[in-house]
Nanobody, 112 residues
Framework: QVHLVESGGGLVQPGGSLRLSCAASGYRVSEFSMNWHRQAPGKEREFVASISAHDTGTFYQDSVKGRFTISRDNAKNTVYLQMNDLKPEDTAVYYC?????WGQGTQVTVSS
């Protein structure tokens, strides 16, 4: 059975950094594309970043390009989202996703 568990969210000041983790079980993260999404209060859930199977490519929403980096550690079966230079508009619940499977989300709040 597939499970995805996010962690690493929290409160950070503008310009700060966080690294989100998505620990997977039930399959190998190296063999599938993995995605990060986010949902801000009162807004639709939106795509943030993805990493293709076998690390053949990464893709980002325009607003996070150059600030966020998606990666994975196959030994830990975990996908990461390194977020730098955070802005208040990055405040949201962040979710990892693979096909129909979603994690429970982790809250990121960017505020001074």
């Amino acid at each position: 059975q597939v499970h995805l568990v996010e962690s690493g969210g929290g409160l950070v000041q503008p310009g700060g950094s966080l690294r989100l983790s998505c620990a997977a079980s039930g399959y190998r993260v190296s063999e599938f594309s993995m995605n990060w999404h986010r949902q801000a209060p009162g807004k639709e859930r939106e795509f943030v970043a993805s990493i293709s199977a076998h690390d053949t490519g990464t893709f980002y929403q325009d607003s996070v390009k150059g600030r966020f980096t998606i990666s994975r550690d196959n030994a830990k079966n975990t996908v990461y989202l390194q977020m730098n230079d955070l802005k208040p508009e990055d405040t949201a619940v962040y979710y990892c996703q693979r096909l129909t499977f979603w994690g429970q989300g982790t809250q990121v709040t960017v505020s001074s």
